[in-house]
C-alpha cells in the first residue's frame, strides 16, 4: 500500500487501498479463537488483539499463523537467587516494573580447597579494569625470589632454592674472634633471656656488672 496521511475531504480512496487501510487498523476480539474467525483473509503483519488474555497477536504468513506480537513470551516472574558455594550473595524478586538486582562477590559463600599450581585465581586486569581468570603459577612465578643465602661469617646457617626454608643461629659460622681485644664498653652480645626466650643486644660491661656470665641462658659474642 502506497501510505498517504494527507487526506482531504472529498479526496476518493479506491477499494484496494481502502481494504488495506482495514486490514492495518489494530481489532480486539473476545478471544483468539474469535479473532481467527472473523479475520478470514489477513495480510502479513496484521494486528489483532485477545481480550481475555490481554495480548496482541501478530499474523505470519510464513506459518499462516496468528502468533504472540511479543513471540509468545510466557515470564510472569523474575527471581535471581544466589546458590550455595556461588561465591555470590544478594538477588531479588519481581513480577512487575522494572527489575533491579544487587550481587555480591562473598567469599564465605564458597567451598575450601587446597590451592595447587594449576587453579585459577580472578583478578581484575587494571590496564583496562576488566575481570580476568590467572594460573596460581603464573601468579607465584612473578615473585624474584630466587635463594634465601647465609653468608660467610653470618653466625646463620640453613636458606635453599626451593621449598620451606629455615634458618638458624651457628656460632660455628663466624669469624675467629680469639685474638680480638674485648671492648667492654661497646662490645655486644646477644643473649637470651632464660627466664622468657626473649633475645637481647647486651654490652660486655654490663654482663661483667651482673656478676660475669652466670644465669645466662646463651650469648654470642656480636664483635
Known amino acids: 500500500m502506497a501510505y498517504k496521511d494527507n487526506y482531504a475531504t472529498g479526496d476518493t480512496i479506491d477499494a484496494t487501498t481502502f481494504n488495506e487501510l482495514i486490514k492495518s487498523a489494530v481489532y480486539s476480539f473476545a478471544n483468539l479463537s474469535t479473532l481467527q474467525s472473523s479475520i478470514s483473509a489477513p495480510i502479513d503483519g496484521q494486528i489483532g488483539f485477545a481480550q481475555d488474555t490481554e495480548s496482541y497477536y501478530r499474523y505470519d504468513a510464513d506459518s499462516?499463523?496468528?502468533?504472540?506480537?511479543?513471540?509468545?513470551?510466557?515470564?510472569?516472574?523474575?527471581?535471581?537467587?544466589?546458590?550455595?558455594?556461588?561465591?555470590?550473595?544478594?538477588?531479588?524478586?519481581?513480577?512487575?516494573?522494572?527489575?533491579?538486582?544487587?550481587?555480591?562477590?562473598?567469599?564465605?559463600?564458597?567451598?575450601?580447597?587446597?590451592?595447587?599450581?594449576?587453579?585459577?585465581?580472578?583478578?581484575?586486569?587494571?590496564?583496562?579494569?576488566?575481570?580476568?581468570?590467572?594460573?596460581?603459577?603464573?601468579?607465584?612465578?612473578?615473585?624474584?625470589?630466587?635463594?634465601?643465602?647465609?653468608?660467610?661469617?653470618?653466625?646463620?646457617?640453613?636458606?635453599?632454592?626451593?621449598?620451606?626454608?629455615?634458618?638458624?643461629?651457628d656460632p660455628s659460622n663466624l669469624a675467629d674472634g680469639s685474638g680480638v681485644t674485648l671492648d667492654s664498653s661497646n662490645d655486644l652480645f646477644i643473649m637470651e633471656d632464660a627466664t622468657d626466650g626473649t633475645v637481647y643486644k647486651v654490652s660486655a660491661q654490663k654482663i661483667l656488672d651482673a656478676g660475669g656470665f652466670a644465669d645466662i641462658g646463651l650469648i654470642i659474642a656480636l664483635g
Open 64 to 169: 499462516t499463523s496468528w502468533v504472540g506480537l511479543l513471540g509468545g513470551a510466557d515470564i510472569t516472574a523474575v527471581t535471581i537467587t544466589t546458590g550455595a558455594n556461588s561465591g555470590l550473595s544478594g538477588g531479588a524478586t519481581a513480577t512487575s516494573g522494572a527489575f533491579t538486582s544487587t550481587l555480591l562477590i562473598d567469599a564465605n559463600n564458597l567451598a575450601t580447597a587446597t590451592a595447587g599450581a594449576t587453579d585459577y585465581l580472578i583478578i581484575e586486569d587494571v590496564t583496562d579494569g576488566t575481570t580476568k581468570k590467572a594460573l596460581i603459577s603464573d601468579i607465584v612465578s612473578l615473585g624474584d625470589i630466587t635463594a634465601v643465602n647465609t653468608a660467610s661469617n653470618s653466625g646463620l646457617a640453613g636458606g635453599g632454592t626451593g621449598g620451606d626454608l629455615s634458618i638458624t643461629i
